[in-house]
Nanobody, 114 residues
């Protein structure tokens, strides 16, 4: 059974940085495309960044140049380095893995104060 566990969220001031981690189990991992999504209160879940099994990346326009997605296949872990954080980045961040099904983590709260 695939399980995804996010960590690294928290409270940070505007302009600060955080690094999110998503640890996977129950999957080979290196063959899976993965991504980070976020959901702010009262809004729909939106894509933040994706990374393919080959390492190709894609970013939402709102985070380009500030966020970096990466993966460590040996550790079965995906990361999201978030720099120059803005209050509008406040949301619950979710890890997603594309396998036979689409799998989601439980989410980690990121709060950016102004």
């Amino acid at each position: 059974q695939v399980q995804l566990v996010e960590s690294g969220g928290g409270l940070v001031q505007a302009g600060g940085s955080l690094r999110l981690s998503c640890a996977a189990s129950g999957t080979i991992f290196r063959f899976n495309d993965m991504g980070w999504y976020r959901q702010a209160p009262g809004k729909q879940r939106e894509l933040v960044a994706t990374i393919t099994s080959a390492g190709s990346t894609n970013y939402a326009d709102s985070v380009k140049g500030r966020f970096t997605i990466s993966r460590d296949n040996a550790k079965k872990t995906m990361y999201l380095q978030m720099n120059s954080l803005k209050p509008e980045d406040t949301a619950v961040y979710y890890c997603n893995l594309q396998g036979v099904y689409s799998y989601w983590g439980q989410g980690t709260q990121v709060t950016v104060s102004s």
